[in-house]
């Protein structure tokens, strides 16, 4: 029996996150969400298990982080053996725009890049410190933070990917929290690492411009140059499973802690 607690599951990976762990009866999945109730509605209407909780819980809100613990605590015998920082932001609005662009509503640009901040870096510091306890307590201390093949330098310079700014910005330094919380917590048994679920379908297209669609194309065929076998987003369920593989197979003495990798366990994002 595992216990897991994965944030942001109302939709797309989050759910999908929830949907296969909680397909082993013998699991205990708590899933953090702001909206609970109609969260609560999907699980009952979708899954139906018995071995699912879920908890509101805001990664910007920092007591509503504090009281989630005590609720989860009792659910989880006071040890977590996962916790999978799935949530994160990223607004449409910077998402198809080099900065240059941005720049041009600088007021806006600057609060962008904060809430990316505020959701993806000072969030899940929030996250990993209030849970540690618990994780400590857990069998298998594994805490995997969702990032992105966006936060990585080389990719961005060699194949001029220069939209979503605040949100790469965002991810590379949490990457870099990642790293820093491996560095404190390693010799202690825990396993931090970061994991990017590639290209994922999530509705992500369904309000853009014409604009913005044209740049999309323009980025699809960035990603086909870099990955020539590249044909579209996969399903969050395809990722999910992708990842939890290198999630369960990866460890401190195969040299995991504090990394940044794909859901193939390497560095091809695609």
Known sequence: ???????????????????????????????????????????????????????????????????????????????????????????????????????????RLEEDILECFRTNVVGNVHLFNLYMPLILKGHVKKVIAITSGFADDDLTTTYAIDVAGPYSISKAAMNTAVAKFSAEYAERGVLFMGIAPGAVEVGQDKDL???????????????????????????PEESVKDMMSVINAASLESGHGGCFISQHGNKKWL
């Open 1 to 107: 029996m595992s216990t897991y607690l994965i944030t942001g599951v109302s939709r797309g990976i989050g759910f999908a996150f929830l949907r296969h762990i909680s397909a082993d009866p013998n699991n205990t999945v708590i899933g953090l969400v702001r909206d609970k109730t109609t969260t609560e509605k999907k699980v009952r209407e979708e899954l139906d298990r018995p071995n699912i909780h879920i908890i509101q819980a805001d990664l910007t809100d920092l007591d509503s982080l504090k009281k989630s613990v005590d609720q989860v605590s009792p659910l989880v015998n006071g040890s977590i053996d996962y916790l999978i920082a799935n949530a994160g932001y990223m607004s449409l609005w910077s998402a198809y725009h080099p900065l240059s662009s941005l720049g041009n509503d600088p007021e």
């Open 209 to 235: 411009t014409e604009e913005q669609i044209k740049i999309a194309m323009a980025l699809g065929e960035k990603f086909a140059r870099y990955a020539p076998h590249f044909r579209g987003r996969t399903t």
